[in-house]
């Protein structure tokens, strides 16, 4: 090999030489500025994420808190609720209360057991034909002010026949049971 660059003229070997320079100041660059900030821009990448599951981990956190302040809340709730409570009972003391009873078309008392297997859901689905829109909401309003923790799931309201003013209420109401 230093014969074939012996051969060469003086500005032949120069032009080697500094494109040998060059090749070396590509790989001293390469190895000394682009490959670290690269490898700089990939850390900040991972703080960022890192920084967003933890935002994450924080909001399931208050998420989880404040489920298990109503989870209490309602435990209590429940406690404190009369001996023998039925929702069903409880709908039509309150259909008498609000003067609705007599348009009460039917009540269909339902229950099912929930996934955990302790306690389980009363449902009550029901219609009120032939009201006008005050004591459905008086009704209503029943309901979701009760201290008992019961709360409508479900309601389809509809015109009652040709009778102008008049309502049809269908309302599915749950309460848990201990």
Same mark, same amino acid.
């Given at each position: 090999?230093?014969?074939?660059?012996?051969?060469?003229?003086?500005?032949?070997?120069?032009?080697?030489?500094?494109?040998?320079?060059?090749?070396?100041?590509?790989?001293?660059?390469?190895?000394?500025?682009?490959?670290?900030?690269?490898?700089?821009?990939?850390?900040?990448?991972?703080?960022?994420?890192?920084?967003?599951?933890?935002?994450?981990?924080?909001?399931?956190?208050?998420?989880?808190?404040?489920?298990?302040?109503?989870?209490?809340?309602?435990?209590?709730?429940?406690?404190?609720?009369?001996? /023998?409570? =039925?929702?069903?009972?409880? +709908?039509?003391? $309150?259909? &008498?209360?609000?003067?609705? *009873? %007599? #348009?009460?078309?039917?009540?269909?008392?339902?229950?099912?057991?929930?996934?955990?297997?302790?306690?389980?859901?009363?449902?009550?689905?029901?219609?009120?034909? /032939?009201? =006008?829109?005050?004591?459905? +909401?008086?009704? $209503?309003? &029943?309901?979701?002010?009760? *201290? %008992? #923790?019961?709360?409508?799931?479900?309601?389809?309201?509809?015109?009652?026949?040709?009778?102008?003013?008049?309502?049809?209420?269908?309302?599915?109401?749950?309460?848990?049971?201990?």
């Amino acid at each position: 090999m230093t014969s074939m660059i012996s051969k060469l003229s003086n500005r032949e070997k120069r032009m080697i030489y500094a494109a040998g320079g060059v090749f070396i100041l590509i790989l001293l660059i390469q190895f000394m500025i682009i490959l670290p900030s690269r490898k700089n821009a990939d850390i900040d990448a991972a703080i960022a994420r890192k920084k967003n599951q933890l935002l994450e981990m924080r909001i399931f956190e208050a998420e989880y808190k404040d489920a298990a302040r109503n989870a209490s809340a309602s435990q209590i709730v429940l406690k404190n609720r009369r001996r /023998g409570f =039925t929702l069903f009972s409880f +709908l039509d003391g $309150l259909s &008498g209360r609000v003067g609705v *009873k %007599d #348009s009460i078309a039917y009540m269909k008392p339902s229950s099912r057991k929930m996934k955990s297997g302790r306690r389980k859901i009363s449902t009550v689905e029901m219609k009120m034909a /032939g009201v =006008t829109m005050k004591q459905a +909401l008086n009704y $209503l309003y &029943g309901v979701e002010t009760s *201290k %008992d #923790s019961v709360y409508i799931k479900k309601m389809v309201i509809t015109q009652a026949g040709r009778t102008k003013g008049l309502i049809d209420v269908v309302l599915q109401v749950e309460t848990l049971e201990i």
